[in-house]
């Protein structure tokens, strides 16, 4: 979606589309993200394809300072709103060109934005740039599950979705979410090119049968 979709057409829908498609699930993923990333006092962390903000509302709601980075001005729009009064900055710019200088974050989640830069391996090494040496970086992507459940899987993505999403919001944009899951790197593979763009090592954790994973990359 960074690259050919426009964000600004699904921002009023998006809360509730990501709600609802994901039977409420994406609460859990994203707890479960901040949990890996276990922010302290006193840290920045970057919040990578913001959107409107709840990743880095369940970080900043701790206390902690938190820099959303997003291509889309309506996503960054809501974020704000919704961000009000909690230690949050907004600011519009690219994966591939992060506005910050080298070393600026101590760490960084990035929630279902990492599929849609393409160009994986630049997005990763400016990542890796702007993390501090002996930080962290936290993905938190969708993949295709193995064995029984991959085929109901995949119906509900390519089948049930779109159509449901087209009565809300742009059924497009949704049928580019399946496709986008179905041809992202398998696991393994993105932890490989994590480690390949800089990063020491990167744990895996998976959630929801291998619905969605956990990526967690180090900087030493």
């Known amino acids: 979606m960074q690259e050919n979709l426009k964000f600004d057409d699904i921002a009023d829908r998006y809360d509730f589309l990501n709600h609802l498609l994901s039977l409420g699930l994406d609460y859990y993923w994203r707890a479960a993200m901040v949990r890996a990333l276990a922010p302290a006092p006193g840290e920045l962390i970057l919040d990578l394809a913001t959107g409107t903000g709840d990743s880095a509302k369940a970080i900043a709601k701790k206390g902690i300072s938190v820099t959303g ?29 992060l506005p910050v200088r080298a070393g600026t974050f101590d760490g960084g989640v990035c929630a279902f934005g990492i599929r849609n830069m393409h160009e994986t391996d630049d997005a990763l090494r400016e990542i890796y740039r702007a993390i501090k040496k002996g930080g962290r970086m936290v993905f938190l992507e969708f993949a295709m599950p193995r064995g029984m459940i991959r085929r109901p899987y995949r119906l509900y993505l390519k089948r049930i979705i779109p159509p449901a999403a087209g009565i809300f919001s742009s059924s497009e944009a949704y049928e580019y979410l399946g496709d986008s899951i179905e041809h992202f790197y398998p696991p393994d593979e993105f932890a490989r090119i994590i480690v390949r763009a800089g990063f020491s090592r990167c744990e895996k954790i998976s959630l929801s049968m291998g619905c969605v994973y956990i990526h967690k990359a180090y900087k030493d």
Not at 70 to 88: E, F, Q
């Open 69 to 97: 980075v997003d291509i889309s001005h309506k996503m960054l729009a809501a974020a704000r709103r919704k961000l009000r009064g909690l230690r949050y900055s907004a600011v519009q710019g690219s994966a591939y060109s």
